[in-house]
């Protein structure tokens, strides 16, 4: 099952890459609120991010199964670069924080199996609460650097991506939903598995 949500969200960003360079080249002519460049640039980190972990827990014989946690990023990626072409931000007002809330849930799945796969090959010794905290921790500071990122990319580029009044709150708060609902559905499915 790793195998297919892996393959699946690997297809589903290499044809969003295709599409957004389309664009870029002008062969297509939807536009991107902040640009074509930037949407490819986030497609190609995830991309290399997660064959570079992959790669790094395949040397060390760690079992890592990322696949879940990568299509669930492609989703997030697919649910951005939708909400900028279609301009869906401004016009829905649940759909920031949907886009954040998916975001909760892709960091959460990302570092819960990190740490899994840390723990099943002995490089760190926790119990399902210690997994827990990990994840958890990991994700909610993984939402704070992505709020920077979107304060730098204003200040560089004046590109609105912050919000107006609550926006940066807001977005940190359904990024931690995601992040407690995912924890907790993983580290109880982990405690009925090992029976710990």
């Not at 074509?36 to 079992?63: M, Q, V, Y």
């Not at 879940?68 to 649910?79: C, G, N, Q, S, T």
């Not at 926006?167 to 924890?183: E, K, N, P, R, S």
Request: charged letters at 15%.
């Amino acid at each position: 099952m790793d195998k297919f949500f892996w393959k699946a969200g690997f297809s589903l960003l290499i044809g969003l890459i295709l599409f957004e360079l389309l664009n870029a080249a002008e062969i297509l002519d939807y536009t991107a609120d902040y640009g074509w460049p930037t949407l490819i640039f986030i497609n190609l980190e995830i991309i290399a991010g997660g064959k570079i972990i992959s790669f790094l827990f395949k040397r060390k014989d760690c079992l890592l199964k990322l696949g879940p946690a990568f299509f669930a990023a492609a989703m997030l990626v697919y649910a951005d670069s939708f909400g900028n072409i279609l301009r869906l931000y401004p016009k829905i007002l649940w759909y920031d924080r949907f886009s954040h809330f998916l975001g909760g849930i892709a960091a959460a799945l990302f570092f819960f199996s990190i740490a899994q796969a840390l723990n099943r090959c002995g490089k760190i010794k926790a119990n399902a609460l210690w997994l827990f905290a990990l994840a958890f921790s990991f994700s909610l500071s993984a939402a704070v650097f992505y709020e920077l990122a979107e304060y730098i990319q204003d200040m560089i580029y004046a590109s609105q991506r912050i919000g107006p009044g609550t926006d940066t709150v807001d977005d940190l708060f359904m990024h931690f939903l995601g992040t407690a609902i995912i924890t907790i559905a993983q580290g109880v499915n982990y405690l009925f598995k090992n029976r710990i």
